[in-house]
């Protein structure tokens, strides 16, 4: 089972930016499709974007499209989630997830492997 770490979450300002990595154990990391997903106080663990193992194929839900990018350097072992005009709304803890040959999925269920998550701060 790979093991995912998160990095990179903070305390930012509106309209800043913040840089996620998620660095996973497995070296056949290539063959991973990777997720991100958030979960806020009250809320359920919602979709933010996700990348295709193969073919660079990625998805977007509507509330960050436009404003975060998600990519993956396969010789790292490595999957960012870059965040630019960050709003309050934003705020909540980040999870890294994984599904090893999978299409793009927007569900929890769809991934098998999770990260510990990173905590994602923006004041207004």
């Known amino acids: 089972q790979v093991q995912l770490v998160e990095s990179g979450g903070g305390l930012v300002q509106a309209g800043e930016s913040l840089r996620l990595s998620c660095t996973a154990s497995?070296?056949?990391?290539?063959?991973?499709?990777m997720g991100w997903f958030r979960h806020a106080p009250g809320t359920e663990r919602d979709f933010v974007a996700a990348?295709?193992?193969?073919?660079?194929?990625?998805y977007y839900a509507n509330s960050v499209k436009g404003r975060f990018t998600i990519s993956r350097d396969n010789a790292k072992n490595t999957v960012y989630l870059q965040m630019n005009s960050l709003k309050p709304e934003d705020t909540a803890i980040y999870y890294c997830?994984?599904?090893?040959?999978?299409?793009?999925?927007?569900?929890?269920?769809?991934?098998?492997?999770w990260g510990r998550g990173t905590q994602v701060t923006v004041s207004s």
């Open positions: 997830a994984a599904r090893q040959y999978g299409n793009i999925g927007t569900r929890r269920y769809e991934y098998s492997n």
């Open positions: 497995d070296r056949a990391f290539s063959t991973y499709t």
């Open positions: 990348i295709r193992w193969s073919g660079g194929i990625t």
